[in-house]
């Protein structure tokens, strides 16, 4: 499938038999659920801070905690977390970026080029 990622609120997806348009809040949700799988993170948090967003263009959605960038032929996924008090972040981190781009590549076809994560807090 090729995949052409639109401006706003949906990325349409190419293939053989037509087209599909997945909502933005579809992948955020999935990301949403991708990141609650993980040991050691307590929650996605409100959201990211002013100097972060500020460097996402308007192509950007967001929900709590999560903000998608539509780009030319992926889509990149922000999101703020707060983590357990005594793991390991950077390892807990790895792995929520993994689980987020298996999960959205293999449920919607959208290829995501990074997934960015700001440990905004630590609960105790």
Excluded: C, W
Excluded at 12 to 33: C, F, P, S, W, Y
Excluded at 71 to 91: C, D, F, K, S
Aim: hydrophobic letters at 45%; zero cysteines; proline letters at 2%.
């Amino acid at each position: 499938m090729d995949n052409l990622v639109k401006g706003g609120n949906i990325v349409e997806v190419t293939g053989e038999h037509g087209k599909i348009r997945i909502a933005n809040d579809v992948i955020m949700l999935i990301a949403q659920e991708a990141v609650g799988e993980v040991k050691g993170i307590v929650s996605l948090s409100g959201g990211l801070p002013v100097g972060i967003t500020e460097m996402f263009s308007k192509k950007t959605s967001s929900k709590k905690g999560v903000k998608i960038q539509n780009q030319e032929t992926q889509v990149v996924i922000n999101l703020a977390v707060v983590v357990e008090y005594g793991v390991i972040i950077p390892e807990v981190i790895r792995l929520v970026q993994e689980k987020v781009k298996r999960s959205i590549e293999a449920m919607t076809d959208i290829e995501v080029g990074r997934v960015n994560v700001f440990v905004q807090d630590i609960r105790i």
